[in-house]
């Protein structure tokens, strides 16, 4: 087999990191991409304005404009969000006819995927039941694609718990799942500035392998890319992209304000903490802050509002309660997270100022021609979809693992194989160590 010959699909890949990372590894689009209805729509209100979009329409407009659209292909029950246990689903095309893949002749050598991980981010406020309901997207995913696609590999990216022992349960149920449909599983925990980028965002990739005998399947190896630091990473994001807006909170803007005042030019030098109220806290600086905005240019609504969120921090902290408050974040060799809570309120490497929302797709490593599905006016308010991504480098290498093993498939690799007894292994790139 060569990479020409490898056929592949991908599975809801949201705003579009995993699978043009895919592209990039194996060197031709998709089969088909195959999601759930809802997620490349355009939605408006009742005044027939924009209002909101569905995350994969970025994703298959930019594939549309370079001519590289597959075929697209929905399943037609939403419900399946909810529910992990119905094989039995309606798939359609973008008009509506029903489609059945298993007599297309589609012979998948694999298949990539995003799955919502809600269940198992660390911002979930859910309660128990309510993440494993948030979980059935992710087995459903999985269990589809393993018992009815059948791929020789299989590829999903989820949040770092999966890897931790509050996805115990969730491993135990994949290698389950594994077992029963013959194939192996590789948990790999990395981390995004790890592969050519300066985005810190630990993320675990779950490799399936096909087996067909217990000494012809090779483990995924660790490895390590070069790092680039985050003045170097913007120094290199060319000029006049769309989307060099920042709609941002307006308190985000003040809180670096304040601390330019305080420290000066070089206040980035100065400062103790990262996150700037963190630094607000073990400083003191509450009295000196409050008068700040006294002085600052805002409205009386704003100033009122501000001073209630910090005279809440400041109690809260001083009798040692926990709070939760948006807080404009540093850039220094590299930067926060791309996630809804990091988007708005990330600040630039060497300017005084937030990022803006092209910085953030650049973040993400998407071309510099990847555009989202709205104009400027409409961008600020779906730009938290940046984060529901995979960053397109980290999926890129992660792939390219995968092919790797594709192409030297009866090739022996040096590190042990699995066996029948223990069909799953645990490896961490960032410690550069085996778990299990």
């Known amino acids: 087999m060569t990479k020409e010959e490898i056929r592949w699909a991908a599975i809801q890949p949201l705003t579009g990191g995993m699978y043009l990372g895919a592209e990039n590894a194996i060197g031709h689009p998709a089969e088909f991409i195959l999601s759930f209805k809802g997620l490349n729509d355009i939605r408006k209100n009742k005044n027939n304005e924009i209002s909101g979009c569905g995350n994969e329409r970025h994703l298959t407009n930019y594939l549309k404009k370079h001519n590289r659209m597959p075929s697209y292909y929905m399943f037609n029950n939403r419900a399946m969000f909810d529910s992990d246990d119905n094989m039995n689903q309606e798939i359609v095309d973008e008009s509506g006819n029903v489609i059945n893949l298993h007599k297309r002749d589609y012979d998948l050598d694999l298949v990539v995927a995003v799955p919502i991980c809600s269940g198992l981010s660390t911002v979930s406020t859910f309660d128990e039941e309510t993440k494993n309901v948030k979980n059935c997207n992710m087995k459903f995913i999985t269990e ?27 491993r135990n149920w994949f290698n389950t799942l594994a077992k029963k449909h013959d194939y192996t599983v590789t948990y ?28 012809d399947t090779p483990r995924i190896i660790n490895f390590v890319n070069e790092h680039i630091s985050a003045t170097d990473y913007f ?17 985000s803007k ?18 103790h903490k ?20 006294d002085d ?19 109690y809260k902290y001083n009798h040692g309660l926990g709070f939760f ?5 540093m850039s220094i060799d590299t930067c926060p997270a791309v996630m809804f809570r990091n988007i708005e309120n990330t600040i630039h490497p060497y300017e005084n100022r937030l990022i803006n929302i092209r910085e953030n797709i650049e973040l993400m490593g998407m071309p510099h021609d990847f555009e989202l599905a709205v104009d400027d006016i409409h961008a600020g308010k779906i730009a938290y979809q940046l984060g529901q991504n995979v960053p397109l480098k980290t999926a890129e290498y992660m792939v390219s693992e995968a092919v790797r093993i594709l192409l030297n498939w009866n090739v022996k690799d040096n590190n042990e194989v699995f066996s029948e007894e223990n069909n799953y292994c645990m490896l961490d790139n960032i410690k550069q160590k085996r778990i299990a």
Request: aromatic letters at 18%.
């Open 188 to 215: 790999f925990k990395t981390d995004t500035q790890l592969h050519k980028n300066c985005q810190r965002r630990p993320r675990t990739f779950v490799f399936f392998f096909k087996k067909t005998n217990e000494n």
């Open 296 to 314: 600052y240019d805002l409205s009386d609504k704003h100033r009122a509002a501000w001073h209630r969120k910090i005279n809440d921090v400041e």
């Open 325 to 329: 408050m948006f807080t404009p974040k």
């Open 235 to 251: 120094k290199a994001i060319p000029k006049g992209l769309k989307y060099e807006v920042a709609p941002w909170r307006y308190y």
């Open 144 to 170: 589809y694609t393993l018992s009815e696609l059948k791929p020789r590999a299989y590829i999903f990216e989820n949040a770092p718990a999966l890897f931790t022992g509050k996805g115990e349960s969730l």
């Open 254 to 271: 003040i809180l670096m304000d304040f601390f330019l005042a305080e420290y000066g030019e070089n206040w980035r030098q100065k400062m």
């Open 274 to 293: 990262k996150d700037l109220v963190s630094e607000l806290c073990s400083q003191n600086m509450f009295d000196r802050f409050r008068k700040f905005t």
